[in-house]
T-cell receptor, first 110, second 116 residues
Framework: GQQVMQIPQYQHVQEGEDFTTYCNSS?????IQWYKQRPGGHPVFLIQ?????EVKKQKRLTFQFGEAKKNSSLHITATQTTDVGTYFC??????????FGDGTTLTVKP | GAVVSQHPSWVICKSGTSVKIECRSL??????MFWYRQFPKQSLMLMAT?????????EQGVEKDKFLINHASLTLSTLTVTSAHPEDSSFYIC????????????FGQGTRLTVV
């Protein structure tokens, strides 16, 4: 079945440093979504990428979708303590079923 | 964004009893609802997909007789964990979406189930 791999599993950064998490699918995706889950909370939708090679920005967050629609990345510039949490990618196949990556847990030292 | 309410937030039950978890879309009609299970520090594992008025589609390895899903209306889906055992202790989260299959999903707050 479809597999979505996400790396790294954990990332510890100093406040102000950049952060990137990568997501790779074993199959071509229809689209990919990114979610953030704060400790003790539920996943919150961040963004959806649909087009091959698409790049979207939300303030300090930059999301990319690979040309082959099999990989994606989330980059945070100049991290802040409010960025802590676990970031999940979710690959969506044409059937609409989502497969979540294992997540990358970000901790930020002030 | 749209609001999905999940109830209860946490529940403790005795081994062998059943527990029902509700998932409601408060301000939209959810054509599809999903139930996930999340172990500590792990990802969300899809258990089943539920479409209103039809039987749920369970993922491989998920016992449909143990995890009963009912999607009676466009705003309510329930997950019943039958004859719960300690290994069923987990965080259960629902999500709901409307419209095309590739639209955003809105998540409930999750239910922490502890079976003692």
């Amino acid at each position: 079945g479809q597999q979505v791999m996400q790396i790294p599993q954990y990332q510890h950064v100093q406040e102000g440093e950049d952060f990137t998490t990568y997501c790779n699918s074993s199959t071509t995706l229809s689209n990919i979504q990114w979610y953030k889950q704060r400790p003790g909370g539920h996943p919150v939708f961040l963004i959806q990428l649909v087009k091959s090679g698409e790049v979207k920005k939300q303030k300090r967050l930059t999301f990319q979708f690979g040309e082959a629609k099999k990989n994606s990345s989330l980059h945070i510039t100049a991290t802040q303590t409010t960025d802590v949490g676990t970031y999940f990618c979710a690959g969506i196949m044409n059937a609409g079923k989502s497969t979540f990556g294992d997540g990358t847990t970000l901790t930020v030292k002030p | 964004g749209a609001v999905v309410s999940q109830h209860p937030s946490w529940v403790i039950c005795k081994s062998g009893t059943s527990v029902k978890i509700e998932c409601r879309s408060l301000d939209f009609q959810a054509t599809t609802m999903f139930w996930y299970r999340q172990f500590p520090k792990q990802s969300l594992m899809l258990m089943a997909t539920s479409n209103e008025g039809s039987k749920a589609t369970y993922e491989q390895g998920v016992e449909k007789d143990k995890f009963l899903i009912n999607h009676a209306s466009l705003t309510l889906s329930t997950l019943t964990v039958t004859s719960a055992h300690p290994e069923d202790s987990s965080f259960y989260i629902c999500s709901a979406k409307y419209g095309p299959s590739n639209t955003e999903a809105f998540f409930g707050q999750g239910t922490r189930l502890t079976v003692v």
